[in-house]
T-cell receptor, first 114, second 115 residues
Framework: KQEVTQIPAALSVPEGENLVLNCSFT??????LQWFRQDPGKGLTSLLL?????REQTSGRLNASLDKSSGRSTLYIAASQPGDSATYLC?????????????FGAGTQVVVTP | GAVVSQHPSRVICKSGTSVKIECRSL??????MFWYRQFPKQSLMLMAT?????????EQGVEKDKFLINHASLTLSTLTVTSAHPEDSSFYIC???????????FGDGTRLSIL
């Protein structure tokens, strides 16, 4: 059974600092890994998707890496801003699931202070 | 980017009422749609998965007669909470995906409050 873990559960940084968010998974049989952000009372916004064959993906200030063999992904957010405050979730898509259901971590709640 | 529209965003109604929530993919064809429920301070709990034109597959513990899901077209899925009671109050979120290995996109959620 796949287990997805995100540590830390909460993180507070001053504006301008780089953010490093960690995601680990126990079963490396994944198709892809997706990072999302969720603002309070809202749905999820897709940030980046990394295919299992890729090592990293970049979009603007965001960079996500994937080490499938060690079961880890890291989301880097450069030069954080107060608008980056949100809960960040990672999720994996398993090759063994014919329906393609995402397995979510519990999330990291981020606060960027001005 | 891909947009998933969910409506209504908030519903307040009396116990015993049935409530329908719509989920539309606006700029792509969604072969698969998912319905989630989220409790305060918790992660998403998958309720059911549906492919267009097929019956939904429900997760263990989710009552299919209570939560009716229809995925009638490649751009529309509906969730109907039948005879809703206060314990059904929650935040419901839909998501849609064009292909198996494609990103999953989420609606903004529906806050359901049953009095």
């Amino acid at each position: 059974k796949q287990e997805v873990t995100q540590i830390p559960a909460a993180l507070s940084v001053p504006e301008g600092e780089n953010l490093v968010l960690n995601c680990s998974f126990t079963d490396s049989a994944i198709y892809n890994l997706q990072w999302f952000r969720q603002d309070p009372g809202k749905g999820l916004t897709s940030l980046l998707l990394i295919q299992s064959s890729q090592r990293e993906q970049t979009s603007g200030r965001l960079n996500a890496s994937l080490d499938k063999s060690s079961g880890r992904s890291t989301l880097y957010i450069a030069a954080s801003q107060p608008g980056d405050s949100a809960t960040y979730l990672c999720a994996v898509l398993m090759t063994t699931d014919s329906w393609g259901k995402l397995q979510f971590g519990a999330g990291t709640q981020v606060v960027v202070t001005p | 980017g891909a947009v998933v529209s969910q409506h209504p965003s908030r519903v307040i109604c009396k116990s015993g009422t049935s409530v329908k929530i719509e989920c539309r993919s606006l700029d792509f064809q969604a072969t698969t749609m998912f319905w989630y429920r989220q409790f305060p301070k918790q992660s998403l709990m998958l309720m059911a998965t549906s492919n267009e034109g097929s019956k939904a597959t429900y997760e263990q513990g989710v009552e299919k007669d209570k939560f009716l899901i229809n995925h009638a077209s490649l751009t529309l899925s509906t969730l109907t909470v039948t005879s809703a009671h206060p314990e059904d109050s929650s935040f419901y979120i839909c998501s849609a995906r064009q292909g198996f290995n494609q990103p999953q996109h989420f609606g903004d959620g529906t806050r359901l409050s049953i009095l």
